[in-house]
């Protein structure tokens, strides 16, 4: 979930409320868009925001959260309209591009009165648009130049990754692309986005100078913003043309919020029909046009609402309104809101604006039956039949490791799933049996009063070609003792008496298994199927697990004995 | 004239013997009886005001295994000194060791003692220790002196400089310190009476027994003895019933609340395709939730199989591309079927609804839920794990709208959270519209998230061939459990501590 820092001051003043420090009541404010404050630094005059809603980036900022929530207050209603002056520049784009990355989308903002804090402030938005919206500046990336340091008109060109050449933003030396993803940081962060093509993106004026080279890095010369630039380009490429113009209108009109003029630019795009036209001015403040079916609206809130208190409530959570018939509501949705995909999302934001709390709860009686997965009768009798025997029931990860599975256990390691991220070394596969959980148990527990009787009854897994999944989970349960007497007899006893109480005939086998004392171990056959182990434990496992007693323990499969009773 | 056992007239006869006056320890060896037997006699001679007994604590100290070795050869860190100053006063570590004869598991030790005393340098390099003098004798090298050839000391005997050296030592394990409490006999005047009574022996009585055994029931001889008096207040061993774990059984009750309110348990498997954890809840395949950070990716296999759902699959591509049949926008992004066939470690129980949904025999209405393991690949702290367990379902009616859903919500906070009070808020998940987020108020513990739910979007049904709305929802059984169990961190669900769970109350 994105969070942002926001002024806190500016917040207040922008909002019309005076929250006073209050920020229970600042928290009852933001639910409306659904987030909420994480941590109110009064001292920076910041407050962390966390926005639950990864699709709102027009909140991301001090004036579009601003924006939103003056609506549910009652001070604006309404969408806000913003406008931009004609084209003043142009940018030509090459064809090489296609399948690299294709779209640019420009602005020009000129009078941004820019202080420390509103360019903190367009960084954070920035970060934040590269970041999520723009998933790590694969889809889009944003630049920000001094308008008045270029000279246009400009192209959004390709270069040859080891000839070409220019001083990246942070360093004082020139370095060719390639030895700019080798060695610039954001090179080496966001370099896997173009290595795999034979040239790379370049941005670049009439003069050649270089503004970027996206999704990268800056130039030095031209790719940096400080308080003294009054004119600013602000310039988005990326991989979907609607996402990269999206983001190109966020970030325009929270400079023009901050008391900016923007201008407009022309891009010429090569004649391909993956380009929405050959010519295409951006930005783009065009509403969209949804129409709102009240029917559909009542149907899906349980309410009895007109079409004009719709619209009214629309209204309310900041879209405009068209038409308004009987039965449709013509929404208008302003550029900013690029979460509404459906009119469900309209139907939402009418609930928000009536208010969730002043909706009456409805409990209906369906007539269904409720009924547990059938196995798990067997299951919990199973588990009560243990702690009837006096153990008690554990609860293990069903992550583990090959050296907890298998070398710890002294067997050969076989197939597991595995995970391609582990977080721990603990914690890199998929358990395949329980016993080595257990054992793990008993020695965090050495200084804990014996006897231990332990039984953990869960889920392990398989690899299985046969499944959707390639795998297949499996129902276990693994028993121990532990204690100076501990012995095979002993746990025999209690495999008997708990097959004999679930009226299950078994058997044991002679057998060998390298993580019990050979001759005092077998396996345990049910319907002529091996099912599981029975066993002393070998003092060799004992050694590695650092346990201080005998330990006799069985491992049986659950649900193979419970698919036979089924 | 009272009635006396046998053990209490020889101890009576042998605190006579000893001018009246005798330690418990000293009375064993005069009677040859055990500790136990000598103390209970005692109590009862004193009930009887035989004797007066006077307890008195003592701490003593006394060597371990180890701390002898280093009382008869001077501390590890001392012998390696002196063997440098034999070796002019800088020698390598190991050199050091084996010229002051060293036992090998003290070479560490020793090294590190040096350093902590500061009488050495010790330069990691060439492993070189270098002394410029003979360090003074410490305090702890006083007290090992001093206790060196004895069994043990008391610790009011030593001098205060020689305390000052216990704990040193005794983190070290080199003393062991015992409390113990010494008790003194002492004859009353009736009980020296007593004593030399010479009636006392013949006033034994029926014969006492400790043990009822099954021959004095059969012979019925349990009519001609005494049964010795216990101290009923005296402790007893622990007894440790075997019980279910604290967290699963509040499980077990949350699901046999479910049952009873009419829903059916789904079941699948932890390694799920990112077909059903992801696409078909149409969160785009470039949602940073897919990414390494998010959710774990199984190294192999690395594909499962959707084929059963192709009809599914082509529908959820087209309404992830432009909204398909669903009047959505959809995401405008060129969709795989490929990696809707990655397999990952399900990253919530959400998957099983869209597996249920998909199902050509879903019943209209039906309600679903499940108790799923899920994994996602976090640190793991006191409020985040890497695994865990997710409450999840569905209800699925033609008339279903937000009403049920907060009606819904509104059953489970009374019936399952026992919530006094209930509140609503806008909530987000990329599958649900509207969303919302219910807190329950419960008297002492204030408000607590407990449920996220909503209604899953026409995105998301319609590919899988859902006509009718269905609601979604999660309950945060965590939060839940660890408010029941007083607990605040979150890792106690999967607790390692048996001594925990065996004091755990069951109610």
Redesign the interface.
Known sequence: MPTIDLDYNELERLLGVKVNGDMEKLDDILSYVKSEVKLYDKNAGTVNIEFKDTNRPDLWSVEGLARALRGYLGIEKGLKQYSSCEPIIEINVDKQLRDIRPFICCSIIKDAKLNDSSIRGLMHLQDKLDKTYGRSRQKTSIGIYDFDLITPPLSYAVAKPSEFSFVPLGFTEKMTLSEILERHPKGLEYGHIVKKYPVYPILLDAEQKVLSFPPIINSNDLGRVTEEAHNLLVEVTGTLHQTVLNTLNLVTVSLIEQGGKAYATTIHYPDDPIYPAKKVVTPNFKNRSMNLSVDYTNKILGLQLTGKRIAELLLTAGFNIGTTGEKTIEALVPCYRIDIMHPIDLVEDVAVAYGYNNIEPLWRDLATTGSAKPERRFIDLARELMVGAGYQEILTYTLSNPDSLFTKMNCEKTDVVEVVNPKLVTMTCLRNWLLPGLMEFLSNNQSVEFPQKIFELGKVTFIDDTCETKTRDEEWLAVATSHVNAGFSEIKSVLDAFFMNLGVPWKINAGSHPSFIEGRMGAVIVNGVNVGVLGEVNPQVLETWKLENPTAVFEINMQQIVDGKM | MAELRENEIRILAALDKLDGKASTEKLMLEVELPDAAVMRSALILQEKNFVNVHAKPETKIKLTPEGEIHAENGLPERRVINAVIALGGKANLKQAVQEAGLEPQFAQIALGWTQRKKWATFDSKNSMLQVSSAPKEGNDEKLLNALCGKEEIPMDKLSQELQAAVDMLKKRKAIIVEDKTNRILELTKIGKQAAEESSLTVMVGKKEVTQLTPELIITGNWRNVNFQKYNIEAPVA?V??????P??SFL?EV?AK??????????G?????AFFNFDALYTPQ???ARE??GI??????E????S?YAKAAEKVKATHEN?GA?????W??KYSLQEARR?I?RGHGTCLSARTMVNKGLQV???HFSIA?V?R????DKTHL??FNQVEGI?V?E?L????L??????FAKEIAGADKI??????F?FT????ELSAYKEGFGWVEFGGSG?F???VTEPLGVKV?VIAWGLGVDRLFMMRAGMDDIRC???????W??RKEVA
């Open positions: 622990n440790w019933p075997g019980k279910k774990h967290y699963l077990d699901r479910l049952v009873t309110l009419g829903f059916k348990e789904m079941t498997t932890s390694v799920e395709t470039d949602h940073p390494l950070d774990y990716m199984v190294k192999n296999p594909y499962g199989d959707i059963a909204g669903t009047g959505s926008t959809g405008g992004y397999l470690l209405p039906s309600k393991r994994y690949p976090e640190v793991v890497s695994e209800v009616d008339k709208n937000l009403r049920d907060l009606g819904v919500l509104g059953k509140r609503f808020k806008p909530d987000y990329p519209e509207p969303s919302v209604i979007r026409p995105e709305p669900i999967f607790s390692q501590n048996l001594d769970l065996r």
